[in-house]
């Protein structure tokens, strides 16, 4: 009988530091600072150094998310088009379109990008130290 007491209060000691610890391993990320840009989860929003709000759509703002999560990690279309869960109907091409606007956006030059980059015939990926703000 003792023996179960004590392995129960091990178990509820055990329970008790998971529960308290459980938070700090599923707080979800803030944002993202990558360069001198700032992606902000909640408001969706594309901030730059000079604190200027930069707008993206919804397509835009996925695949940063997408190339944010993996910096450095060559995706190829399809993979983005999963992880954007972009529609079926939308062509592999449409990922380099909204590249090219993303691009104009962040990029100092679109045609030279230094962070957006392409590995061709493989796919795109962020060439950035990546911070996550939580």
Do not use: N
């Not at 600072?33 to 703002?61: M, N, P, Q, Y």
């Not at 910096?71 to 939308?90: G, K, N, Y």
């Not at 795109?124 to 939580?134: E, G, K, T």
């Amino acid at each position: 009988m003792h023996t179960s007491s004590a392995s129960h209060s091990q178990a509820s000691a055990a329970q008790a530091f998971f529960s308290c610890a459980r938070p700090a391993f599923t707080l979800s990320p803030q944002g993202f600072k990558f360069a001198d840009w700032e992606l902000r989860l909640r408001s969706r929003s594309l901030i730059s150094a000079a604190g200027h709000e930069v707008g993206l759509t919804k397509s835009e703002f996925s695949l940063l998310l997408a190339l944010l999560k993996r910096p450095r990690q060559i995706m190829s279309r399809e993979q983005i088009m999963d992880l954007t869960q972009a529609e079926d109907d939308v062509f592999d091409r449409a990922i380099d379109v909204q590249m090219l606007r993303l691009r104009r956006k962040v990029e100092a030059s679109s045609r030279a990008p230094t962070l957006l980059k392409t590995k061709r015939g493989a796919g795109y990926f962020l060439d950035a130290d990546v911070q996550v703000l939580r």
